[in-house]
């Protein structure tokens, strides 16, 4: 199991990619956190994820006065 946000989920075996792909999230506007490590959206491909792996998915939001 990976956490991914808080919650455990079945995700072992896959890249990075390849799970933002599947969720749908556009790269160019999240950050992600690998085992308390930001990496690169360069790296996003070859990072595997494997069980007891932790992930945070941070997105970007605009707002003001």
Not at 8 to 18: F, H, L, P, Q
Not at 36 to 58: A, H, N, R, S, W
Request: hydrophobic fraction near 35%.
């Amino acid at each position: 199991m990976v956490k991914i946000n808080g919650q455990d989920c079945d995700k072992a075996g896959i890249s990075v990619a390849e799970y933002l792909a599947a969720e749908n999230y556009n790269v160019n506007h999240i950050v992600v956190e690998y085992n308390f490590t930001i990496i690169p959206k360069e790296q996003y491909g070859q990072t595997i994820l494997k069980d007891g792996d932790e992930v945070e998915i941070v997105s970007f939001m605009g707002g003001g006065c």
